[in-house]
């Protein structure tokens, strides 16, 4: 029974033996390879294919920046990465893996693709989902009490949110832009289809809480193997001005570089303004809009994507 203080910190660090020992980071190389954990680590930050600087991976990674500087001039002597000049910031430089440091990612990512595999194989179906309900338990518990710096947090989706989804689309919707219910109702129908062909390694939903109520929501769904599609952003009035819009974008887009799409979409309408400046502020470009009579007006639909 973890009834005190010592206990529960006892039972945690027990946890981190445990889960440390299961993954292999004590290994001197990393899924038996010559890398460290975090050598490692900044190898499959590089391979996503976005242009990372020094700053961006001390900032990501949460490592001290003089630790870091080192390490990257290891892995550039070893002819890992490369550091080039930014194109649209002369004092910049970005990293980039080599045709080397490319081939020993290939290695890393298909030998700890093959080690969970076989963890997870070792699972019955039942123990797989607890597991991940679990992680996803976890990782929602942290995020929530990392973000003290912000007024509101995210987690994934539970019961009970697609229909606040469906619901607040409906009756923002109408109030500020005059849609009829039928908005309402392709709204109850993405997120449906999400629910039914959910596929937890692809797609990710995030909820914005604030003050113990629901303020805000964002999905990324797989269209295809390189392709993903940001779908039903939407902010509270009470919420909008505290870069929550932002922020729940940017978490899209980090998740579809992790997942290694090549190519974020989204696609939405001229008169949202607010969420127009939030895709510009990201760095989507406007590549198509077509005129069309929707949930009782004539809009003008625009499709914007973001290559990753």
């Known amino acids: 029974m973890v009834d005190n203080l010592e206990t529960r910190i006892r039972e945690v660090r027990r946890f981190n ?20 954990l975090t050598e490692s680590r900044v190898i499959f930050d590089l391979a996503q294919g976005h242009a990372l600087t020094a700053s961006d991976l001390c900032r990501e990674l949460g490592l001290d920046a003089g630790y870091l500087s080192r390490l990257l001039n290891r892995l550039e002597q070893q002819g890992l990465l490369e550091k080039v000049r930014s194109e649209s910031d002369g004092r910049q430089r970005l990293l ?27 699972l019955s179906e039942g123990e797989q989902k607890r597991l991940l309900s679990a992680m ?3 990782e929602h518990i942290f995020n929530k009490s990392l973000k003290y710096s912000e ?72 269209a295809n193997e390189d392709e993903a599609k940001l779908r039903l952003l939407l902010v ?12 729940l974008v940017e978490e899209c887009i980090r998740f579809a570089r992790r ?8 696609w939405t309408n001229s008169i949202l303004v607010e969420a127009r400046h939030i895709y510009t502020k990201t760095g989507f470009q406007l590549v198509e809009q077509e005129p069309h009579h929707s949930f009782g007006h004539d809009l003008v639909g625009e499709t914007w994507e973001l290559l990753l």
């Open 17 to 36: 033996r445990f889960f440390t020992r299961q993954i292999g980071v004590l290994r001197e190389g990393l899924l038996h390879s010559p890398y460290s």
């Open 96 to 122: 980039r893996l080599t045709a080397e440091g490319k081939q020993a990612f290939s290695v890393l990512d298909q030998r700890s693709r093959d080690e969970v595999s076989e963890m997870l194989g070792e």
């Open 136 to 138: 996803e338990g976890i």
């Open 151 to 222: 007024p509101f947090f995210l987690r994934s989706h539970e019961p009970g949110d697609m229909g606040w989804v469906t619901h607040r689309h409906g009756v923002l919707y109408t109030q500020e832009y005059g849609w009829d219910e039928r908005f309402e109702a392709l709204v109850a129908q993405i997120v449906a289809d999400f629910i039914n062909n959910y596929q937890p390694e692809w797609e990710r939903c995030w909820i914005a809480e604030m003050q113990g109520e629901i303020v805000g929501s964002v999905f990324v769904v797989r």
């Open 236 to 247: 509270e009035p009470k919420a909008r001005g505290l870069g929550l819009g932002t922020r």
């Open 259 to 266: 997942r290694g799409y090549k190519k974020l979409k989204l």
